[in-house]
Structure formats: structure tokens, C-alpha cells
């Protein structure tokens, strides 16, 4: 059973910070991916950011210069720094990774039970 567990996120005036971690735990034989969707009430799941083995490192546009990702493929872990927050980021943020269970597993998308963002004043 492999799980996520995120943490990091509440609520937080405009212009403040939120740094959300998700750490993955289980049967893991590779990762290959590790990042951050969101979805707002009403609207579709999106990419936030994400971070992949090779190197390539995406984000939204709407997010791009305020938020970093980091991970630790080694520590199974990705985080994401908050900065410069807007009402518009309020969403549910859902840690995704993309892995292989064993060494003879397909890839699999696994993703997080969701932690809630809110910014208001």
C-alpha cells in the first residue's frame, strides 16, 4: 500500500506564504514524477507544479516567480513554497507522484487525500 500524506496548508492573508510538504510512504521501487494540483471550488483539477526524474521542472502560469517546488526523491518527499498568495489560489492542493510499485509494475498515478488553501483577508 503506498500512501501520501501532505500537510502545510490553512488560511493566510494576501501576500502571506504557505509552504506545503507531501511525503510518500509504502512499497516504492521508483518515482518518477512528485508535484502539486489544485482545484478550486467549481472548477477543474490543474497542474500547479511539477517536478519530474529528469530534471524538468513545470508550473502554471498563474503561479510561476511566487511558487517553487523542491523534492527529495531520495526522502520520497516534494514540497511547495507559497509566496506572494492570492484569493485566487484558494483551492484544495493535492500532492500527485507517479511510480512503480515493483520493479516489474506499470506507472501509476497516486495522489494525496488533498489539503485546503485559503486566502483571505
Known amino acids: 500500500q503506498v500512501r501520501l500524506v501532505e500537510s502545510g496548508g490553512g488560511l493566510v492573508q494576501p501576500g502571506g506564504s504557505l509552504r506545503l510538504s507531501c511525503v510518500a510512504s509504502g512499497s516504492i521501487f521508483s518515482i518518477s514524477a512528485m508535484g502539486w494540483y489544485r482545484q478550486a471550488l467549481g472548477k477543474q483539477r490543474e497542474l500547479v507544479a511539477r517536478?519530474?526524474?529528469?530534471?524538468?521542472?513545470n508550473y502554471a502560469d498563474s503561479v510561476k516567480g511566487r511558487f517553487t517546488i523542491s523534492r527529495d526523491y531520495a526522502k520520497k518527499t516534494v514540497n511547495l513554497q507559497m509566496n506572494s498568495l492570492k484569493p485566487e489560489d484558494t483551492a484544495v492542493y493535492y500532492c500527485?507522484?507517479?511510480?512503480?510499485?515493483?520493479?516489474?509494475?506499470?506507472?501509476?498515478?497516486?495522489w494525496g487525500q488533498g489539503t485546503q488553501v485559503t486566502v483571505t483577508s
Open positions: 517536478s519530474t526524474g529528469g530534471g524538468t521542472t
Open positions: 500527485n507522484v507517479l511510480l512503480r510499485r515493483l520493479i516489474s509494475s506499470g506507472p501509476e498515478d497516486i
